[in-house]
C-alpha cells in the first residue's frame, strides 16, 4: 500500500504561535533527547495514536505551548486511504512550571476528546527506566552486545535479570560481567515436553518488556498471553528466510548475496510479529563460513539494539493488523 507522509508544515496554519517549530523530525531519528539544551528545561516525548481529525495537531501543540514547552521535532503520519493519525513529538519544558503528573493528565484530556488508541508521554530524566528481562541459549553475541551497551549508558533499560536454557560456567566472561554488575542469572533448563514457562513468567512478571537475545525456544500462546506485555526477538534473516537448524550455513551453501537481521514482535505465529527493525549486508564468494557467519551475527545484534533503542524512545507504534510505524 502507498502510503503519505504528511509534515508538520502541512498543518501550520492550526499550530499555535506561541512556540518555534525549531527543526523538522528527521533531525532527531535515532538521536537521543539531550537535557543539556538548557539548565532549566528537560525534555519528553510524547506519542499519540487516533482516528484522523482536524485540529489533533493544533491541540496538541497548543497543550505544550500552554505550559511554556517548545517543540523541537514534530512528525506525524496517516496512511493514504486509511483514516488513523499517528503523530511523535520531542518538547522541551520546565518541570516547575509543567509538573510530571499536570503532563500526564494534559495529554489524556486530548486522549480522550479524539478517542485514542494510544497517547504515551515519557520524561527520560524523571520517568524510570524500563525493566526488561533477557533471555537467550547458547549464543551469546547480542546479549554481550547489549550488556557492553547498556553498561555504556547507550541502552535506556533497567536489566533485571538473564534467563537461558544453557548452563554458563561462572568463569566465563558473561558470568563474570553478571554477577559484577549485580545482574541475575537463571538457569531454567527446558525439554521438548516441558519448557518451564511458568517458572519463567514467574521471574519475568515484574518487568515492562522482554527481549529474547538469541532464545532457541518457542514461546506458547499460554506463556505470552500469561505475560500480556511486549516480547521482542531477533531473527537471523529478512523474514521470511533459511529456517531449521543452522541457517548461516544453509545460506553459506546457497551462495546468497545478501544476508540480513530483523528484529520483531512476538506473537503466536512464529516468527511472523511486526517487524520493528531489518538490516541488511552483501556478502560474496570471497567470504569463507567465519567471514559468513561474524557478519551475519554483526548485524543480529546491531539489529537487535537499535529496535530496542527505538522502542524505549517511543518510535514505535502499531499500524494495522500486522505492521509497525517507526518514527
Same mark, same amino acid.
Given at each position: 500500500?502507498?502510503?503519505?507522509?504528511?509534515? $508538520?508544515?502541512?498543518?501550520?496554519?492550526? +499550530?499555535?504561535? /506561541?512556540?518555534?517549530?525549531?527543526? =523538522?523530525? &528527521?533531525? %532527531?531519528?535515532?538521536?537521543?533527547?539531550?537535557?543539556?539544551?538548557?539548565?532549566?528545561?528537560?525534555?519528553?516525548?510524547?506519542?499519540?495514536?487516533?482516528?484522523?481529525?482536524?485540529?489533533?495537531?493544533?491541540?496538541?501543540?497548543?497543550?505544550?505551548?500552554?505550559?511554556?514547552?517548545? $517543540?523541537?521535532?514534530?512528525?506525524?503520519? +496517516?496512511?493514504? /486511504?486509511?483514516?488513523?493519525?499517528? =503523530?511523535? &513529538?520531542? %518538547?522541551?519544558?520546565?518541570?516547575?512550571?509543567?509538573?510530571?503528573?499536570?503532563?500526564?493528565?494534559?495529554?489524556?484530556?486530548?486522549?480522550?476528546?479524539?478517542?485514542?488508541?494510544?497517547?504515551?508521554?515519557?520524561?527520560?530524566?524523571?520517568?524510570?527506566?524500563?525493566?526488561?528481562?533477557?533471555?537467550?541459549?547458547?549464543?551469546?553475541?547480542?546479549?554481550?552486545?547489549?550488556?557492553?551497551?547498556?553498561?555504556?549508558?547507550?541502552?535506556?533499560?533497567?536489566?533485571?535479570?538473564?534467563?537461558?536454557?544453557?548452563?554458563?560456567?561462572?568463569?566465563?566472561?558473561?558470568?563474570?560481567?553478571?554477577?559484577?554488575?549485580?545482574?541475575?542469572?537463571?538457569?531454567?533448563?527446558?525439554?521438548?515436553?516441558?519448557?518451564?514457562?511458568?517458572?519463567?513468567?514467574?521471574?519475568?512478571?515484574?518487568?515492562?518488556?522482554?527481549?529474547?537475545?538469541?532464545?532457541?525456544?518457542?514461546?506458547?500462546?499460554?506463556?505470552?498471553?500469561?505475560?500480556?506485555?511486549?516480547?521482542?526477538?531477533?531473527?537471523?534473516?529478512?523474514?521470511?528466510?533459511?529456517?531449521?537448524?543452522?541457517?548461516?550455513?544453509?545460506?553459506?551453501?546457497?551462495?546468497?548475496?545478501?544476508?540480513?537481521?530483523?528484529?520483531?514482535?512476538?506473537?503466536?505465529?512464529?516468527?511472523?510479529?511486526?517487524?520493528?527493525?531489518?538490516?541488511?549486508?552483501?556478502?560474496?564468494?570471497?567470504?569463507?563460513?567465519?567471514?559468513?557467519?561474524?557478519?551475519?551475527?554483526?548485524?543480529?545484534?546491531?539489529?537487535?539494539?537499535?529496535?530496542?533503542?527505538?522502542?524505549?524512545?517511543?518510535?514505535?507504534?502499531?499500524?494495522?493488523?500486522?505492521?509497525?510505524?517507526?518514527?
Amino acid at each position: 500500500m502507498m502510503m503519505m507522509r504528511r509534515i $508538520i508544515s502541512e498543518r501550520a496554519t492550526c +499550530v499555535s504561535k /506561541n512556540f518555534v517549530l525549531r527543526s =523538522s523530525a &528527521s533531525r %532527531f531519528h535515532g538521536e537521543s533527547l539531550d537535557s543539556s539544551v538548557s539548565p532549566v528545561l528537560i525534555p519528553g516525548v510524547h506519542v499519540f495514536h487516533c482516528q484522523d481529525a482536524v485540529g489533533i495537531v493544533a491541540k496538541l501543540s497548543d497543550c505544550i505551548a500552554a505550559k511554556g514547552g517548545n $517543540i523541537l521535532g514534530y512528525d506525524v503520519f +496517516v496512511p493514504e /486511504n486509511n483514516n488513523v493519525f499517528y =503523530s511523535r &513529538s520531542e %518538547f522541551i519544558f520546565d518541570p516547575v512550571k509543567w509538573p510530571r503528573e499536570q503532563m500526564s493528565e494534559d495529554f489524556q484530556a486530548i486522549a480522550q476528546r479524539f478517542g485514542a488508541m494510544n497517547s504515551v508521554v515519557r520524561v527520560p530524566s524523571i520517568d524510570p527506566k524500563y525493566k526488561i528481562a533477557l533471555l537467550l541459549s547458547k549464543q551469546d553475541h547480542c546479549l554481550v552486545e547489549m550488556l557492553h551497551r547498556w553498561q555504556d549508558g547507550k541502552l535506556p533499560v533497567d536489566i533485571t535479570c538473564v534467563i537461558s536454557n544453557h548452563e554458563r560456567a561462572s568463569n566465563t566472561h558473561v558470568m563474570r560481567f553478571l554477577e559484577r554488575h549485580g545482574i541475575p542469572y537463571h538457569y531454567v533448563a527446558t525439554t521438548k515436553d516441558n519448557k518451564r514457562e511458568d517458572e519463567i513468567l514467574d521471574l519475568v512478571k515484574d518487568t515492562d518488556f522482554l527481549v529474547l537475545a538469541r532464545y532457541m525456544q518457542i514461546l506458547s500462546g499460554k506463556f505470552l498471553k500469561g505475560y500480556g506485555k511486549d516480547v521482542i526477538n531477533i531473527h537471523h534473516g529478512l523474514l521470511p528466510s533459511f529456517k531449521g537448524g543452522y541457517p548461516a550455513k544453509q545460506a553459506f551453501d546457497a551462495g546468497v548475496k545478501l544476508i540480513g537481521a530483523t528484529s520483531h514482535f512476538v506473537t503466536e505465529e512464529l516468527d511472523a510479529g511486526p517487524i520493528i527493525e531489518q538490516m541488511v549486508e552483501s556478502v560474496s564468494h570471497r567470504d569463507n563460513l567465519r567471514s559468513f557467519v561474524q557478519k551475519s551475527e554483526d548485524l543480529e545484534k546491531k539489529c537487535l539494539t537499535k529496535a530496542i533503542k527505538s522502542y524505549c524512545e517511543l518510535r514505535v507504534l502499531p499500524y494495522g493488523a500486522n505492521k509497525t510505524v517507526v518514527f
